[in-house]
T-cell receptor, first 113, second 114 residues
Framework: AQSVTQPDIHITVSEGASLELRCNYS??????LFWYVQSPGQGLQLLLK??????LVQGIKGFEAEFKRSQSSFNLRKPSVHWSDAAEYFC???????????FGTGTKLQVIP | DGGITQSPKYLFRKEGQNVTLSCEQN?????MYWYRQDPGQGLRLIYY???????QKGDIAEGYSVSREKKESFPLTVTSAQKNPTAFYLC?????????????FGDGTRLSIL
């Protein structure tokens, strides 16, 4: 079975600074990878996904993520953070087909002026 | 606009009571899911359904029940057997496919104990 780890529970960055949120997965084959964002009291919104092909994936809101097979990682990045990016971010991994997707425990992002 | 509607937004349960959370989607998705979210634990899968009249248990199905009589609807019942029901419940849906498809989420129902 697949698993996913988000090592950082909480991250604080200054507005305008760059951001990298870490995600490590465990799965024997090429996984299906996702990043979602959740604002307080809301559902999750898909930021980007990786299925195959180019290892650098572009998403919405200026986010990107890079799949690194050798490191079993799928880190989320943004060059310049805006105050509206403050939210909780979830990495998720799937095994394909009708297998369930497993979510990480989330990283809460705080943005300070 | 298409989307997923969860109701109610807040729900209170008395001891020994069953409560039902509603989830409706107009995205024409075949697959639907229920997750429980607790602080620091991420999302845990309760039940999922790939097609009408069929559903499977997820990781934490004990104390919950579901039905899938219509494609658009996937209600979740939190029974009195669920001893710690206080949580944020999220419903999601996706299309079916050979790969895992991105899930679309509702805005959740927060359940509390009276």
């Amino acid at each position: 079975a697949q698993s996913v780890t988000q090592p950082d529970i909480h991250i604080t960055v200054s507005e305008g600074a760059s951001l990298e949120l870490r995600c490590n997965y465990s799965y024997g084959a090429t996984p299906y990878l996702f990043w979602y964002v959740q604002s307080p009291g809301q559902g999750l919104q898909l930021l980007l996904k990786y299925f195959s092909g180019d290892t650098l994936v572009q998403g919405i809101k200026g986010f990107e993520a890079e799949f690194k097979r050798s490191q079993s990682s799928f880190n989320l990045r943004k060059p310049s953070v805006h105050w509206s990016d403050a939210a909780e971010y979830f990495c998720a991994v799937g095994a394909g087909g009708y297998q369930k997707v497993t979510f990480g425990t989330g990283t809460k992002l705080q943005v300070i002026p | 606009d298409g989307g997923i509607t969860q109701s109610p937004k807040y729900l209170f349960r008395k001891e020994g009571q069953n409560v039902t959370l509603s989830c409706e989607q107009n995205l024409n998705h075949d697959a639907m899911y229920w997750y429980r979210q607790d602080p620091g634990q991420g999302l845990r899968l309760i039940y999922y359904s790939q097609i009408v009249n069929d559903f499977q248990k997820g990781d934490i199905a004990e104390g919950y029940s579901v039905s899938r009589e219509k494609k658009e609807s996937f209600p979740l019942t939190v029974t009195s057997a669920q001893k710690n029901p206080t949580a944020f419940y999220l419903c999601a849906s996706s299309i079916r496919g050979e790969e895992n498809q991105p899930q679309h989420f509702g805005d959740g129902t927060r359940l509390s104990i009276l």
